[in-house]
């Protein structure tokens, strides 16, 4: 509760009034809105010198019209957190998936994709390829659901050394508000790395029948209408998105075993679904 005051108090000092408002989260990141002021801490894990170039990046001019900016372009720091100030956006609604906007999201990522990193601040590596691991990790148990991640983990090969250009590192819908315009949001993961794996999620739905072949289709297409870079130059998408969607199927999986877990439940049908897959994946 500690820090869920100063937290408040954070979003009063840059403008936040009204009620302070929690949103929910499944990590020990904790985020909260006053007015239109968001303050997010960021989890324990997370390192202030290596969040520092990604706000500073977000704040650039480089990325104006793609990231929403923040507030403050320091890393501020609470109780040994990391903490960062945003103005609120709408996010994308829940209520209607046929309205989601994933071609605005496929935009906004060919775009990022194409920033050249010398306008940039030096960047770490971004984060997408580390996440699978982590995730295994961190799931508990050694039942037959739990070996069989941890064995399609394990029977992953190496990523090959991809194009080093700007990337999001753990883009899906959750990642876009609307502030008169779409724009990306998270810089926990941004960084350097291999574009692929921004497109890894939306690919490993698709490729576990979670996402309509329309939607994909979609999404792809105004991806590389855009000039996204990602893919190459080939006419098969999959020669470089085959192990980042694997990849994030074994991390989806992960997550969905920890979060059932700690909710003392099931797993659902759509969880179900990713442990399929990764039988898929042990069984190729």
């Known amino acids: 509760m500690a820090l869920e005051e100063e937290l408040a108090g954070i979003a009063g000092a840059y403008g936040g009034t009204g009620d302070v408002v929690r949103h929910p989260t499944r990590t020990d990141v904790v985020v909260l ?24 990046a977000a704040a650039s001019a480089a990325l104006s019209g793609l990231m929403l900016a923040p507030l403050d372009p320091e890393v501020l720091t609470v109780a040994g957190r990391a903490v960062t100030v945003w103005p609120a956006g709408r996010p994308v609604s829940q209520d209607a998936p046929e309205a989601a906007p994933w071609e605005e999201g496929a935009r906004l990522l060919a775009r990022l994709h194409a920033v050249p990193l010398t306008l940039l ?18 799931m508990p148990g050694d039942g037959p659901v739990e070996q069989l991640v941890r064995r399609a983990f394990s029977e992953l ?5 991809g194009p080093g250009l700007l990337t999001h590192g753990d883009w899906h819908l959750g990642q876009l508000v609307c502030r008169d315009r779409w ?10 790395g291999d574009p692929a794996w921004d497109l890894a999620r939306p690919a490993a739905w698709y490729a576990a029948g979670l996402l309509d072949p ?8 105004a991806y590389l209408a855009s000039g996204g870079p990602a893919l190459g130059r080939g006419d098969d998408p999959w020669q470089r998105l085959d192990l980042p969607a694997r990849a994030l199927t074994v991390q989806l999986a992960a997550v969905a ?8 439940r099931e797993l659902d049908e759509v969880e179900h679904t990713l ?3 990764c039988n898929r994946i042990v069984r190729a």
């Open 33 to 56: 809105r006053r007015g239109e002021v968001v303050v997010k801490a960021h989890s324990a894990r997370d390192e202030v010198e290596s969040l520092r170039p990604r706000l500073r």
């Open 121 to 138: 601040p030096p960047l770490p590596a971004a984060g997408g390829p580390a996440r699978a691991a982590r995730a295994v990790r961190r």
């Open 157 to 161: 090969p190496e990523p090959e050394p």
């Open 183 to 192: 724009l990306l949001i998270d810089v926990d993961d941004l960084g350097v």
């Open 214 to 221: 329309v939607v994909w289709d979609r999404f792809l297409g």
């Open 257 to 264: 075993v920890l979060n059932a877990f700690r909710e003392h």
């Open 275 to 277: 442990i399929e897959s």
